[in-house]
Nanobody, 123 residues
Framework: QVQLVQSGGGLVQAGGSLRLSCAAS????????MGWFRQAPGKEREFVAA?????SYADSVKGRFTISRDIAKNTVYLQMNSLKPEDTAVYYCAMYPSGGLRLSRLDSEYDLWGQGTQVTVSS
């Protein structure tokens, strides 16, 4: 079965850290671009970070979040440090078959999505 299964998330105080995991099955992540997106209440889903042979970050998380992958475990991670209340959202991992070096920031290009996980940062 082709799917992405997310874990991690939860409630943390401002300034704290969380790590999200996204385990892929049915596809080998080394052949795909992997991304993280988030959607806050009343807002559109937005790009957070992506990885394949390089990484890409939204300006709002650059320097605080780190995306990484473990090919042996077929899993992608999002380490989130120095969390702020404005980081509160449902976070989604996603993947698409990228044949080149470009990492897309468009959610419409991603063809497989995780179930989402809530991250809440209290002030």
């Amino acid at each position: 079965q082709v799917q992405l299964v997310q874990s991690g998330g939860g409630l943390v105080q401002a300034g704290g850290s969380l790590r999200l995991s996204c385990a892929a099955s049915g596809r080998t992540i080394s052949s795909y671009a992997m991304g993280w997106f988030r959607q806050a209440p009343g807002k559109e889903r937005e790009f957070v970070a992506a990885i394949k042979w390089s990484t890409s970050y939204a300006d709002s998380v650059k320097g605080r979040f780190t995306i990484s992958r473990d090919i042996a475990k077929n899993t992608v991670y999002l380490q989130m440090n120095s969390l702020k209340p404005e980081d509160t959202a449902v976070y989604y991992c996603a993947m698409y078959p990228s044949g080149g070096l470009r990492l897309s920031r468009l959610d419409s290009e991603y063809d497989l999505w995780g179930q989402g996980t809530q991250v809440t940062v209290s002030s």
